[in-house]
């Protein structure tokens, strides 16, 4: 054993160490654990880099996802820079690297993940209003304007025919919007993914805009038939199926003079109680801000306002017990105009939705412009004549 022990060198292995002290295996643990931090940090550095990779992919795949099918061809993640500017339903402005107005200014290198945008007026009547979304071209429905007569007889009386229930068919057809704002290869390649959600936004925008003015002012040309310009209008005394009755606010410019006898707002009652009592339950105002600004400045006998905001967050204020929602395509006071509408909406005005909004990235057609096609189809009309009256500004 002795010998064996003997041909072992001193310098291998632990047997060489019996020179060595503490501080130098202290040192050389010290070595090693440096060496592990910097491989644990190359790691987790390695580790964050796929991590943010796969965040970025999930990102473009929910961004085509978002867009629609048809996008899903493109590389979503060019899709960067420049939000669109609109008007009347289509986007003409073209996007290029020069800092245009009409194609907007290059966002910076550096920004805000959220793109301020101006705040749009939204259609209160689509929030009031019955929605309905339909799978074909047109929607129609049938209304029962007349239902079965009966009559009293005796017990030996002869009993004729009774006259049937009278139908009345309504058809509302969805009708085509469209927005085909375009922007070079070299903007997209250039700007932030999240410009891509920024354009559906934007378009959106735009044909929200366009509907709201069309479910008020359409003239069931190629657009809904508004409230106000799709259908004819005669005084409610001479009121019949298929039109829209009106109450006069009683003076050919405005509304009346305040005396000790007489008020403004005189008129707002009659057109209350020209709605019959089954409509009146459910009824609201409509009108826009500039005619609510008028209505919101009249005062009772002891000089508290008629219209009253509500103290509950969210809810409309009210005139005269009833809700008021205002719409910035209402017409405003003037001679002629029909500035305020009252009735049970849901079931006086429908609205048919074909679909959503259909998005389309063409990268082709047009190099090296890139286009964005969207298309939206939209409906509507009154569906229960009966159920809206209209306040109109003349002497009667």
């Known amino acids: 054993?002795?010998?064996?022990?003997?041909?072992?060198?001193?310098?291998?292995?632990?047997?060489?160490?019996?020179?060595?002290?503490?501080a130098d295996i202290l040192a050389k643990i010290g070595e090693i654990k440096g060496g592990f931090d910097s491989f644990k940090a190359r790691n987790e550095a390695r580790l964050n880099a796929i991590d943010a990779d796969l965040r970025e992919q999930n990102s473009r795949r929910e961004t085509a996802k978002a867009l629609g099918a048809g996008a899903a061809r493109v590389d979503i993640s060019a899709v960067r820079k420049e939000f669109l500017s609109v008007a009347a339903g289509r986007v003409q402005a073209a996007l290029t690297t020069s800092n245009n107005p009409e194609g907007g200014y290059l966002v910076p290198n550096e920004i805000d993940r959220s793109i301020g945008r101006l705040i749009e007026d939204e259609s209160a009547l689509r929030r009031i209003a019955t929605v309905r979304p339909i799978e074909t071209d047109e929607y129609s429905r049938l209304f029962n304007l007349k239902g079965t007569e009966a009559a009293w007889v005796t017990e030996t009386e002869s009993r004729p025919d009774t006259a049937n229930s009278k139908y009345a068919k309504l058809t509302y057809k969805a009708h085509e919007m469209y927005a085909q704002p375009a922007?070079?290869?070299q903007v997209l390649d250039d700007s932030d993914p999240m410009i891509a959600s920024e354009i559906e936004i934007d378009i959106a925008s735009a044909f929200a805009d366009l509907e709201s003015a069309a479910l008020i002012n359409g003239s069931g040309t190629k657009t809904p038939h508004g409230l106000i310009g799709g259908y004819n209008v005669v005084a409610n005394s001479s009121w019949v199926w298929g039109k829209l009755g009106y109450v006069a606010t009683g003076d050919a410019s405005g509304f009346v003079t305040t005396t000790a006898s007489v008020s403004p707002a005189d008129c707002l009652i009659n057109l209350i109680h020209s709605l019959?009592?089954?409509?009146?339950?459910?009824?609201?105002?409509?009108?826009?801000?500039s005619t609510a600004a008028i209505v919101r400045k009249w005062k009772d006998n002891e000089g508290r306002h008629l219209l009253v905001d509500s103290l509950a967050l969210g809810e409309a204020p009210t005139l005269l017990g009833y809700s008021v929602y205002t719409d910035p395509n209402m017409p405003d006071v003037a001679a002629g105009?029909?500035?305020?509408?009252?009735?049970?909406?849901?079931?006086?005005?429908?609205?048919?939705?074909?679909?959503?909004?259909?998005?389309l990235i063409d990268p082709y057609t047009s190099k090296p412009w890139v286009k964005f096609y969207a298309t939206r189809r939209v409906g509507g009309g009154v569906q229960d004549f009966a159920a809206i009256k209209l306040l109109k500004i003349a002497s009667s």
């Open 337 to 359: 105009e029909t500035p305020i509408a009252f009735g049970d909406f849901q079931r006086g005005y429908l609205i048919v939705d074909r679909k959503g909004l259909r998005l």
């Open 1 to 22: 054993m002795s010998r064996i022990i003997k041909t072992i060198p001193r310098s291998a292995g632990v047997y060489a160490s019996a020179g060595i002290t503490v």
């Open 183 to 185: 922007a070079t290869q």
């Open 276 to 289: 019959k009592a089954g409509y009146r339950r459910n009824a609201a105002f409509l009108m826009n801000d």
